[in-house]
């Protein structure tokens, strides 16, 4: 397919008087790791909702896979193949593992009813092996850890077999081991063919295995590029530090986030 898989161009989205998005450009290209870093409020879960039709823009455009998405209802993006993990996980709690990720699989459009069962135990089948967690499958949501909880929400993700993947802070209170994990998952997914896009706070997750990186701050992008480019970027450490108020400015809480190495 020849360029990029998905495009935002001057996304505007307002609530009243507050611009929660604000002329954003984004691209997205197949097969890339992309980070979208920012304080908290930047618009950066606003962004997610918009590529996924949980928020109707005001204004710009949204193409995915060469068609206009901007006002397709999110069941129509997930059959295209965009899917999203959460915040929250939202899992099932009075299912099993199997059944939570089975019940995530889109309906393809010519599909009527109830997902055929054998369809969706191969895809929940294949999602779970495919994170390693398979000796999961009949246990429920209430007996797994967090972070196998979130290794679930992953699975549940890539049952539908996506094109793109969006996750918003799946790293939030994962411990070291965990993150790493994480980290090799989301790099074997790129490596599979799906593009991901990465929002999470946890700088040396983020810069340290995304292909490049967007920062949102007030709705707008401030700076693009690989890690090595925006860790320098004087709108970042003014975003991240306040260098409006050098008393307060504190370099040591951005630098050791960020990797000396690129992310591949």
Partial sequence: MAG?????EALCLHYGGVRALNEVDVEITPTELVGVIGPNGAGKSTLLDAITGFATPTSGALTFDGQDV??????ERARMGIARTWQTLQLFEDLTVSENVRMA???????????PRRGGERAEH??????????????MPGELSHGQRVLVGIARALAGDPKLLLMDEPAAGLDGSERDLLGEILRDVV?????????????PLVLGICDRLYVLDFGAVIASGAPRQVRNDPAVVAAYLGADDPETRDEERLQPSLPTEGAR
């Fill in 191 to 203: 490596a599979s063919g799906t593009s991901v896009v990465l929002v999470d706070h946890d700088m």
């Fill in 105 to 115: 699989v889109p309906r393809r459009p010519k599909a009527v009813g109830v997902l």
């Fill in 70 to 75: 901007l006002r397709r209802r999110p069941s």
């Fill in 4 to 8: 990029p898989l998905l495009r935002a």
């Fill in 126 to 139: 294949d999602a779970l092996a495919r994170l390693g967690i398979g000796g999961l499958a009949d246990r």
